[in-house]
């Protein structure tokens, strides 16, 4: 069945600690790749999205994400994370073939100072 | 521009009632998908509403429905509440179908708890 699979369910890091989400998908064909925060009590906005050139992409608050085809994934990274990155990080697919937005489900991060 | 507002923002309901949801997209936006996020599950997709059509649906009973309105607002509808149907209810709306080549942009969601 297609599928969006965050491994990391819940990750707790120091401030200045590097960060690494993984984002697998099995959707076949194009694809569209986003991945979306949840800061708490607030809505869910849009971190940074892939489409199509270069699978490094640079989204807000110094996150980036690499998409590699070969390996169905999306890992989001940022090199130093700070407090205020407390939240819930969902990785999204949109499909061609399906015509759908689906997300995984979900990695709460928690930064400790 | 105004983002998109769902109403009501929270409702607390009785089981085997039923529950309408609204909300109102970014002006000009045509699709309207709607999630069910619960602990655990992330967000579960719906159904998505594109130029007043059920464009694509989830894999939800048919307890949940829902509809667009010709000015994109779209309503969603579950009758017969369960316990299990407590969860955010978040809408989200694109100027594309099903978010191909652009951003969804989402609501605060309506908080659903069924006793």
């Known amino acids: 069945a297609q599928s969006v699979s965050q491994h990391n369910h819940h990750v707790i890091l120091s401030e200045a600690a590097s960060l690494e989400l993984g984002c697998n998908y099995s959707?076949?064909?194009?694809?569209?790749l986003f991945w979306y925060v949840q800061y708490p009590g607030q809505h869910l906005q849009l971190l940074l999205k892939?489409?199509?050139?270069?699978?490094l992409v640079k989204g807000i608050k110094g996150f980036e994400a690499e998409f590699i085809k070969s390996k169905f994934s999306f890992n989001l990274r940022k090199p130093s994370v700070q407090w205020s990155d407390t939240a819930e990080y969902f990785c999204?697919?949109?499909?061609?073939?399906?015509?759908?937005?689906?997300f995984g489900t979900g990695t709460r991060l928690q930064v400790f100072p | 521009k105004a983002g998109v507002t769902q109403t009501p923002r929270y409702l607390i309901k009785t089981r085997g009632q039923q529950v309408t949801l609204s909300c109102s997209p970014i002006?000009?936006?045509?699709?309207v998908s709607w999630y069910q996020q619960t602990p655990g599950q992330g967000l579960q997709f719906l159904f998505e509403?594109?130029?007043?059509?059920?464009?694509n649906k989830g894999n939800f009973p048919g307890r949940f429905s829902g509809r667009q309105f010709s000015n994109s607002r779209s309503e969603m509808n579950v009758s017969t509440l369960e316990l299990g149907d407590s969860a955010l209810y978040l809408c989200?709306?694109?100027?594309?179908?099903?978010?191909?080549?652009?951003?969804?942009?989402f609501g605060q969601g309506t908080r659903l708890t069924v006793v």
């Open positions: 999204a697919v949109a499909s061609y073939n399906t015509d759908k937005l689906i």
């Open positions: 002006s000009g936006h045509r699709s």
């Open positions: 509403y594109f130029s007043e059509t059920q464009r």
């Open positions: 892939y489409f199509s050139g270069d699978p």
């Open positions: 959707y076949g064909g194009t694809v569209n």
């Open positions: 989200a709306s694109s100027s594309r179908q099903g978010s191909l080549n652009t951003e969804a942009f």
